[in-house]
């Protein structure tokens, strides 16, 4: 085991009807603004919620958030909390909306010329808005981290931060505001969340078996829970444990002490920002691709995930484990293949020399610079190959 | 799923040469309390890494708390808290100390007639001093909770309480400090884990897939790591992945939304109260017993540990994860029979009455009371039985 430290101080109170606790968790006397994506917790009832908890309470709004939150919407909230003095923010909706909102926490306070830098340029965060949580979505595992994926339509680039500053300072989860998600968002969940365990977990053995063990156990359940959920929208106990366990997923507690390789969201936040697909659409396409080309490397923690994920005790254990993968992902209604979404080619040089461009190799051996990327864009099935 | 909060804010900073980040953890100017136990970190050079860390740091010392902390000498503590204006406590040991400590940080503000109300009488705590923590003993889980239990000799009384203000602000493992442990404590260590995991799990089925398979993650990993530890002290990742399985069995997170039974923690506490046996040896004695009493209760919970952690499948399953377990306690070298103690039934009456006075009957069900607590006992092998 490496050495390691964890500190996760997020709150997460869960389950059925916990909303109404949003007033006792809002400290007195602050001035929130709520935010929250294209409308559908108008139709679902969370809006109605929130706002009978919070009734009597200075609130503001700003919707419109989009999937893969655009600096471009985030920059009007930011106006708004400095203009406002706005001094709480409360996210009411899926990862986007969060993540949308960890960035508005700290570019609301930042001192530096233009708050792109802080994805860009890793410019440092030395203050930020509190943040509190309405999860609507279980995918992204934001609600218990302190990362943030924002989009520039300007660069079209797609970039991640990580400060302590923005980890929510509580989140509710309500497995009930689940029900009436779109099939494609349900399915996309499972997906994103069964990726994030994987990019923490499929890298080699480096003698931590909590750690291994605790990957497999969320991800056996979500194999479980995620066919349940698509079959059964309103199955309160198996949204309940899709959504913990996309919580757990990515709340740092399984990297402790293990190495990771985050080349599939790499790649995959690639091809969202130049083909505008769903995050969870590029990891599924992308991971088996990456398995391919990374085999030997990957070999030991391919059969270790084979044998106790899917029960491949012999033969090709990492080839199966790959094979066992798509067909789960297939199984849940995703497309593994670039050509099913019409992309060829011609942008793989592009994106592996964006990639390249951003610093270190890839990779838990950091052994993917851009040539792999591309050999590993062309496994990833686009058209004519 | 039940609904459940979870919120743990500690810091944990795990490995090797970790001691030397006490400087930056322990904020400048405070001036502090190091609280250690019998002496052990003196000889095996963890009392000098602390010092060097903290050289030039204001700095008392308060040695001498017990295994089993006394509330007489607690108080001792408490007074040099007041008298000096200590700031801050670090606790550096083992899972006792730390409870102590916990104990010494609230009483430190308690504003009643007696801190012992903290722990008799639930007293409320609203202000406690920071507290951080070097652990040298993987064994109660303490480093990552918020729970403290306490003796008293003029009662013969070991009473609980849980408060988040005493919650550790950091706690640093570093596992070679384990490596000079004597095998008694390891052992302990090794069972008092076990058993706490159990107490969370070996319940009723709550349809929380996910916490069943994180507690048996960890169960797995003490089988396979408590016995490398015994026979080779030194083996750094055994050791490891020890200190990280004990941590993750008590910190709560595998209690979430599910039911707990803590009827072995209960009358383990009066079998150390009355008679002075390790906290561990009485949990290992204890727990067959009142899985023995409650089977048919406990049943289907009882078969799936004995399928996931001990492969069996068929047969009287229950009756089969009881025995494994005593065997699994036996070797590591423990006494699972009160007679093995010369432990008769002389005072079972009046365990079961300080039990049943302390208020709501134990177990899952809140189904034990005075007379189940009596049974349980007889089934724990007195002298003469």
Same mark, same amino acid.
């Given at each position: *085991? ?8 997020v709150q997460i109170v869960f389950g059925k009807g916990t909303i109404g606790q949003l007033a006792s968790l809002i400290p007195a006397?602050k001035?929130i603004l709520m935010t929250y994506g294209g409308g559908s917790i108008k139709q679902n009832g969370v809006y109605d919620q929130v706002k009978q908890a919070l009734a009597g309470r200075a609130r503001l709004e700003f919707g419109?958030i ?16 400095? @203009?406002?003095?706005?001094?709480f923010l409360l996210s009411v909706g899926g990862g @986007?909306v969060l993540?949308?909102t ?26 930020? $808005?509190p943040i509190g949580c309405v999860l609507t979505l279980p995918a992204?595992?934001s609600e218990m ?23 929510p300072q509580f989140s509710i989860l309500d497995p009930e505001t689940n029900f009436t998600l779109?099939?494609?968002q349900?399915?996309?969940g ?7 365990? $994987? ?34 929208p309103r199955?309160y106990?198996?949204r309940a444990?899709l959504a913990w @366990?996309a919580t ?38 992308? *991971? ?42 297939? @199984? $849940? ?17 592009? *994106? ?34």
């Amino acid at each position: *085991m490496n050495n390691f430290t964890y500190h996760n101080p997020v709150q997460i109170v869960f389950g059925k009807g916990t909303i109404g606790q949003l007033a006792s968790l809002i400290p007195a006397g602050k001035k929130i603004l709520m935010t929250y994506g294209g409308g559908s917790i108008k139709q679902n009832g969370v809006y109605d919620q929130v706002k009978q908890a919070l009734a009597g309470r200075a609130r503001l709004e700003f919707g419109g958030i989009e999937p893969n939150p655009r600096y471009e919407t985030l920059m009007k909230a930011v106006k708004i909390c400095r @203009s406002e003095k706005v001094d709480f923010l409360l996210s009411v909706g899926g990862g @986007s909306v969060l993540d949308g909102t960890k960035f508005i926490a700290a570019a609301a306070f930042f001192e530096g010329n233009d708050p792109w830098d802080i994805l860009a340029k890793n410019a440092p965060i030395n203050k930020a $808005l509190p943040i509190g949580c309405v999860l609507t979505l279980p995918a992204t595992g934001s609600e218990m981290n302190m990362f943030s994926v924002v989009s520039r339509d300007s660069t079209q680039e797609k970039l991640a931060f990580a400060n302590p500053q923005v980890f929510p300072q509580f989140s509710i989860l309500d497995p009930e505001t689940n029900f009436t998600l779109p099939e494609r968002q349900t399915r996309n969940g499972v997906a994103d969340a069964f990726a994030h365990v $994987l990019e923490q977990y499929l890298t080699y053995p480096a003698n931590a078996p909590l750690q291994d063990r605790q990957a497999e156990a969320i991800l056996l359940t979500l194999t479980e829970e995620g066919p349940k959920v698509l079959k059964q929208p309103r199955d309160y106990a198996a949204r309940a444990n899709l959504a913990w @366990s996309a919580t757990l997923a990515l709340n740092g507690l399984i990297a402790c002490g293990v190495p990771q390789d985050w080349t599939t969201h790499m790649i995959g936040h690639e091809l969202t920002a130049l083909y505008g697909l769903d995050h969870a659409q590029t990891l599924v396409v992308v *991971m088996p691709a990456v398995w391919k080309h990374q085999k030997q490397a990957k070999a030991q923690k391919l059969a270790q995930y084979a044998e106790r994920v899917w029960g491949v005790t012999g033969g090709d254990q990492a080839g199966q484990a790959i094979a066992r993968t798509e067909q789960f992902f297939q @199984s $849940l209604g995703m497309k593994t293949r670039l050509s099913e979404y019409g992309i060829g080619s011609e942008r793989f040089e592009e *994106m592996g020399e964006r990639l390249a461009r951003r610093g270190s190799k890839l990779g838990e051996h950091q052994a993917i610079g851009k040539k792999e990327v591309i050999e590993i864009l062309r496994l990833c099935g686009p058209l004519g190959a």
